[in-house]
T-cell receptor
């Protein structure tokens, strides 16, 4: 089993909808979880960073970690066409391990 | 600050040719790394460096060499290009191995 699993999508939702992006991971010892956003033909950039379990909110974005299920989620409220990008989850071990990314399209 | 810069943006090579992808950062970061990104494969670590003079292999190092003579620069050399090395290459830097990574804009490489 790979250390981080992520559905590649693409995921298409109408503007204004709530988006849910998810990853599963294999090692229950992981403590640090990140979400990167990558626009087309650009490098990834850090969007959110959480430690251990629980929620973290930043504007329209909420990152959630469920350690019992080894499941991490990113929710986007009031989605905008500018949110269209690939979203990569990442986990910090002795190095950073990236998921393969989910392509998200917000339809105007 | 320019952040992480990469040159060239695009490159086309013939099989067997060699070339160097350039990466530079002006944030005084100790840790630098090279990734390749392929459809369906995500980001895969090629080589990394924890400081000037120190480099190590990542997940997919074969066919690539690196050196780190200064804190700022971390070039990636393709010794004899193969079509399997067609990819988008990203350089990244951070304070340490497990800190937030700052990525460059990428180099799109095609090997014919």
């Amino acid at each position: 089993q790979k250390e981080v699993e992520q559905d590649p999508g693409p995921l298409s939702v109408p503007e204004g909808a709530i988006v849910s992006l998810n990853c599963t991971y294999s090692n229950s010892a992981f403590q640090y979880f990140m979400w990167y956003r990558q626009y087309s033909r650009k490098g990834p950039e850090l969007l959110m960073y959480t430690y251990s379990s629980g929620n973290k909110e930043d504007g329209r974005f909420t990152a959630q970690v469920d350690k019992s299920s080894k499941y991490i989620s990113l929710f986007i409220r009031d989605s905008q066409p500018s949110d269209s990008a690939t979203y990569l989850c990442a986990i910090r071990d002795d190095k950073i391990i990236f998921g393969k990314g989910t392509r998200l399209h917000i339809l105007p | 600050n320019a952040g992480v810069t990469q040159t060239p943006k695009f490159q086309v090579l013939k099989t067997g040719q060699s070339m160097t992808l350039q990466c530079a950062q002006d944030m005084n970061h100790e840790y630098m790394s090279w990734y390749r990104q392929d459809p369906g494969m995500g980001l895969r670590l090629i080589h990394y460096s924890v400081g000037a003079g120190i480099t190590d292999q990542g997940e997919v190092p074969n066919g690539y060499n690196v050196s780190r003579s200064t804190t700022e620069d971390f070039p990636l050399r393709l010794l004899s290009a193969a079509p399997s090395q067609t990819s988008v290459y990203f350089c990244a830097s951070s304070w340490g191995r497990d800190n937030e990574q700052f990525f460059g804009p990428g180099t799109r490489l095609t090997v014919l």
